[in-house]
Structures are given as C-alpha cells and as structure tokens.
C-alpha cells in the first residue's frame, strides 16, 4: 500500500491552524442554514443562505461548479438532501415539509484550504424512526472520531462503524467514502464506512480526513437520479448523513469543522 498512502498529502501545523479557520467558517455556514430551515422553506432558499454568508465572509464553496467529470458541473454551493436522498441532492424548488429530514452537506474554501461537513435534521416534529436513524448517524460519526488517532488504521475506523450501524439495525453504504480533504476538496486516501480491523492505511500525524457515515434503512444500495448528482436509497427509505473534517494529530483527534 506504499504507493497509495504516498500520495497523501501532510499538514504541517500551520497548514492545520488555517484549515481550522475553514472548517469554522464552514460549520458557520452550515449553522445558518440550519436556522433557516423549516416548513414551506426551499432547498434553493437554503442555498442562497450559504452563499450569502460565505460572501459575507469573503469565503467561497468548492461545490459551486465542481465536475467529477459527470458532464454537469454541481450547481449549488450545498448539498440538500431530503429524505430517500442520501447525498448529492441539488438545491432547487423544492420545499420542506413537515416530517422530512434534510441533510446539508457544505464545503467552505479559506486561504486555498477547504473545509467539508454536513448534518441531517428534522423539519418541524419528524418521527421517533426518523430521529433514531439521525442519532445513529451522528453517534457514528462520534465513534470513528474518537478513532482518528495516530496508529489506528482505517480499517479500525470503517470497522467501528459499519459494526454500530448495523448493530442499530441499519446499513452503509459501500459506494460512497470520506476522504482526505486539504488544497482540494477530495485528496487521497479514501475512507470507507466499513473496513477490517488491523487494516488500511496507517493514520499519522498531519492527515485530515473526512469522515462521513452515510446510512440506509434496509438496504446499502443506492442509485444516482437522470441529473447525474442526486443519489437516493433502492428501496425509497429513509437515509441521513453526517460529517466532519478531521486531524490527526499527537494530541488526538481535532475536529476541524466545529465552530
Ligand atoms: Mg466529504
Ligand atoms: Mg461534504
């Protein structure tokens, strides 16, 4: 795994302080969306809140026109994704009721240094189901952070969560991974939500790593919608999200996307 692990890209520690500074202006944003959210809003309305803030703030999202080579560029500067939608949801006319979750997903560019995380959440009063999948989602993502540590490998991460996922009685995905995340939005090395202890790439310190549990009810399957962004759950359930950039460093993990 040399070669691969090589192409990771460490930070130094004032590479470090100024992605701190993106991932607290990107938890800025997302904090201003999830105040606006509420029934009769739209996700486009969303949209525009984030931007607006991120002007503001002379900070721009690396979604905005970002093209994996799918032939159409995002055009939002968040994703939405409402319910069955697992990721990738495009802001648009869309808008929340009430009972829907929503996961927003923001990226924040400060000093050349990039910033991603997302949560999901109820509008108005959501289902006892439908909080229980948001809390797991969330406590997943807690535990493969207490995991980010110098000596770990990603494999003891992805473990962590798949195992307490599917202890919930839910399921992740395999399709989609966090990632390292620095100049550029996505840097190697991947890291998937589920992994054997004891292997993967080895964590050191200076890595910054997204991580992201994506979970399904049901199912892992996903498909992507005809506008080539949009990834929903097979079967039409439920799915929530929730991420973090992280650090490694020799004092533990440092969540990078807080505010
Ligand atoms: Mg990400
Ligand atoms: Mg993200």
């Not at 692990?5 to 904090?31: D, F, P, Q, V």
């Not at 999901?120 to 989602?137: F, P, R, W």
């Not at 995991?147 to 473990?159: E, F, T, W």
């Not at 950039?245 to 020799?250: C, D, E, F, S």
């Amino acid at each position: 795994m040399y070669g691969f692990e090589s192409g990771i890209n460490i930070k130094s520690a004032s590479e470090i302080a100024i992605m701190r500074e993106a991932g607290r202006l990107n938890r800025m944003t997302l904090e201003a969306v999830k105040a606006a959210i509420a029934p009769g809003v739209t996700t486009g309305e969303l949209n525009e809140v984030a931007e607006s803030f991120q002007r503001a703030h002379g900070v721009y999202s690396p979604f905005k026109n970002y093209d994996p080579g799918n032939g159409v560029p995002f055009p939002g500067s968040i994703c939405t994704s409402i319910n069955e939608v697992l990721v990738h949801g495009i802001p648009g006319d869309r808008k929340l009721k009430e009972g829907d979750i929503i996961s927003v997903d923001c990226g924040t560019v400060y000093q050349g240094f990039v910033g991603d995380a997302a949560f999901t959440v109820g509008v108005g009063e959501i289902s006892a189901k439908a909080q229980h999948l948001i809390d797991v989602t969330a406590k997943a993502l807690e535990i493969a952070t207490s995991l980010m540590v110098i000596g770990n490998r990603s494999g003891d991460v992805g473990a962590a969560i798949e195992e307490y996922v599917e202890s919930e009685g839910y399921f992740c995905t395999h399709t989609y991974t966090g990632h390292g995340v620095g100049r550029e939005m996505h840097e190697d090395p991947q890291l998937t939500n589920y992994g054997k202890r004891g292997h993967g790439f080895l964590l050191r310190e200076g890595m910054t790593i997204a991580i992201e549990p994506m979970v399904l009810v049901g199912t892992r399957q996903t498909r992507v919608l005809r506008d080539r962004w949009t990834v929903v759950s097979k079967n039409g359930a439920l799915t929530a999200h929730q991420e973090n950039t992280i650090a490694v460093t020799k004092n533990g993990p440092l969540v990078l996307t807080s505010l």
